[in-house]
């Protein structure tokens, strides 16, 4: 059973380019969510998507958008490129939590990182 | 806002210790916690999620433990060795947030030999 794939493992870019992170969710998982991890700090969520739709947002620009594909696959797409945005790109799988029906864990890939000079 | 703490921030002991980390949140209304574990690096794996309705859950040598009145959780694993050395992580979800999980900083584990 493949688990959350991500690719690229690893990519430079430089200021004012623009990039695109591409995950492929847990067999039976249709919900993806990206989370940003900056060197020594924890995740902070970006945004999750449902059925191709974004159904929430954490506190991100909006340089930071996605896609979610029929397969349930997804995209992070990062524009006009800053050296803050340099970090570890997580991505995540889960089933649409309903209370009571699943438990609303979460599986992670082994992210993009991202260095931008 | 939720926000979640760990406590240590790093944590360097013998082999053959039982040791405590701890997370604390500051909103009781979750609908579960998760604790994970990271090596350098590297993305995030699963090691116990606990529901809001439960105290605790157990996977080997790792236990796990949750006061959600008094927004506390603790990661108790027994008998370290030094392959658990790496980044230990506690996050917390609502149930209306589909996936959306708040993330402590992390307690850097060490295990010497």
């Known amino acids: 059973d493949a688990g959350v794939t991500q690719s690229p493992t690893h990519l430079i870019k430089t200021r004012g380019q623009q990039v695109t992170l591409r995950c492929s969710p847990k067999?039976?998982?249709?919900?993806v969510s990206w989370y940003q991890q900056a060197l020594g700090q924890g995740p902070q969520f970006i945004f999750q998507?449902?059925?191709?739709?974004?159904?929430q947002r954490g506190n991100f620009p909006d340089r930071f958008s996605g896609h979610q594909f029929p397969n349930y696959s997804s995209e992070l797409n990062v524009n006009a490129l800053l050296l803050g945005d340099s970090a570890l790109y997580l991505c995540?799988?889960?089933?649409?939590?309903?209370?009571?029906?699943?438990?609303?864990?979460?599986?992670f890939g082994e992210g993009s990182r991202l260095t931008v000079l | 806002k939720q926000e979640v703490t760990q406590i240590p921030a790093a944590l360097s002991v013998p082999e053959g210790e039982n040791l405590v980390l701890n997370c604390s949140f500051t909103?009781?209304?979750?609908?579960?916690l998760q604790w994970f574990r990271q090596d350098p690096g590297k993305g995030l794996t699963s090691l116990l999620l606990?529901?809001?309705?439960?105290r605790e859950q157990t996977s080997g040598r790792l236990n796990a433990s949750l006061d959600k009145s008094s927004g506390r959780s603790t990661l108790y694993i027994a008998a370290s060795q030094p392959g658990d050395s790496a980044t230990y992580l506690c996050?917390?979800?609502?149930?209306?947030?589909?996936?959306?999980?708040?993330f402590g900083q992390g307690t850097i584990l060490t295990v010497h030999p």
């Open positions: 995540a799988s889960s089933s649409l939590l309903t209370p009571g029906y699943n438990t609303g864990e979460l599986f």
């Open positions: 996050a917390v979800s609502k149930g209306t947030s589909y996936g959306k999980l708040t």
């Open positions: 998507y449902y059925e191709e739709e974004e159904r």
């Open positions: 067999s039976g998982h249709d919900t």
């Open positions: 606990i529901q809001s309705s439960q």
């Open positions: 909103d009781s209304a979750i609908y579960n």
